[in-house]
């Protein structure tokens, strides 16, 4: 099973940093949807909800409905959590089965401590209101540093939660939690909300026997994974799971994995891309990335997700990311095992990327430093 799996990412890692880039590309273009936000870095929806809703670092959650933000937020949680830096609110997932239950989940950074948070909540009666009173924690993990929180929650195709949390911070991972399977830093968690209390372990994750490992890891290895992804079709049986992973020194990198195969190992801190990061490293049985660029081109990548809107029919299937301090808006797509198209598309100035985001229709947001919500829409 290790060799087919290997062969599998093998075919995936194709292409080098910069290979066959295709600049210049036109036919996106990107309207602005809200301007004068604060910091926000996160845009979802619940399903078949035509609200959007905006999460603001410094603890708000607004929405946007007919094109308007409402003047009352969703949700305020500022005076509960730690703002700064990495820090802060960071992502909002909503149960797949909202419109019967109400619930949805939070990931921030505890006031006190800088600790993660993940919570469950539930909406009033009032459904553009939350109810604040209806905080339950659901998990809770120690910050060492106060960077490289990872961050994002969501749910998957398999209706799990996924967790992403990165190494702790500082800088190289100096407690060695990336290759650390006993600890849930530097790792993607998976666990089943709608069992036990507060979660369940999922049967079939893959350390749920291995006494020496945390149940709640899916895959490990990672820095700091600024964004998740699923794609459900594109045709691969049970879909793809997208890892955007911000680098050290030098790479950058996004590795595309089978979304039903857990218990990889995506290398941090035995290396840095494709690239050995500590003097000696054996990559044998390390997930190796499908894209990476060096710090050339960028510094800090955003990742994004995969275009299965219906008003741009030509981006179907095409992941969407960015980077923190080039400010480009690129895509990748994969077929027959490869990662065959990289673009980078020319839609004007979209600032500082913080984040992507998706509507319940499919169609695709960003948020960016300066504040603002933009749409991806058909361009020239």
Not at 153 to 179: E, T, V, W
Not at 273 to 283: A, E, T, V, Y
Request: glycine share 12%; net charge negative; aromatic share 10%.
């Amino acid at each position: 099973m290790t060799q087919i799996i290997l062969v599998f990412f093998a075919l995936f890692a194709l292409l080098a940093p910069g290979a066959s880039l295709a600049k210049g590309r036109t036919g996106l273009a990107v309207e602005v949807v809200a301007r004068g936000l604060t910091a926000p870095l996160y845009v979802t929806a619940p399903p078949n909800d035509a609200r959007l809703f905006v999460v603001e670092q410094t603890g708000q959650v607004l929405i946007i409905e007919d094109g308007r933000v409402r003047e009352r937020p969703f949700l305020n949680l500022s005076a509960r959590l730690r703002f700064g830096g990495e820090r802060g609110l960071l992502s909002l997932a909503f149960h797949p089965d909202y419109a019967r239950n109400g619930y949805f989940f939070i990931n921030y950074s505890e006031q006190m401590s800088g600790a993660t948070r993940v919570e469950r909540y539930s909406v009033s009666k009032d459904d553009n209101r939350a109810d604040p009173a209806s905080a339950r924690l659901i998990l809770r993990v120690a910050q060492p540093y106060s960077n490289h929180n990872g961050g994002h929650i969501l749910f998957g195709p398999d209706n799990m939660l996924y967790i992403a949390m990165g190494d702790g911070g500082s800088g190289g991972d100096p407690k060695g939690n990336g290759q650390n399977r006993a600890t849930l830093l530097g790792a993607l968690l998976r666990i089943d909300v709608n069992r036990g209390d507060p979660y369940a372990i999922p049967p079939d994750n893959p350390f749920i026997e291995d006494a020496e490992a945390r149940p709640e890891i899916w895959a490990w290895g990672l820095r700091n994974p600024w964004r998740i992804a699923f794609d459900t079709g594109g045709g691969t049986e049970g879909g793809l799971l997208y890892v955007a992973d911000v680098g050290q020194d030098e790479r950058e990198e996004v590795t595309i994995v089978p979304a039903s195969t857990g218990g990889l190992n995506h290398g941090w801190n035995l290396m840095e891309g494709n690239h050995c990061f500590l003097r000696d490293c054996d990559s044998a049985d390390l997930v190796a990335p499908s894209y990476e660029y060096d710090h050339d081109e960028g510094c800090s990548i955003t990742g994004g997700l995969v275009y299965r809107g219906a008003i741009i029919p030509a981006l179907a299937g095409h992941y969407l990311f960015s980077d923190y301090c080039a400010g480009f808006l690129r895509s990748l797509s994969s077929a027959s095992g490869g990662v065959v198209v990289d673009h980078q598309w020319e839609v004007g100035e979209i600032g500082r990327v913080t984040s992507f985001g998706q509507d319940a229709a499919g169609e695709l947001y960003i948020t960016n430093s300066g504040g603002e919500i933009l749409k991806l829409v058909p361009g020239p």
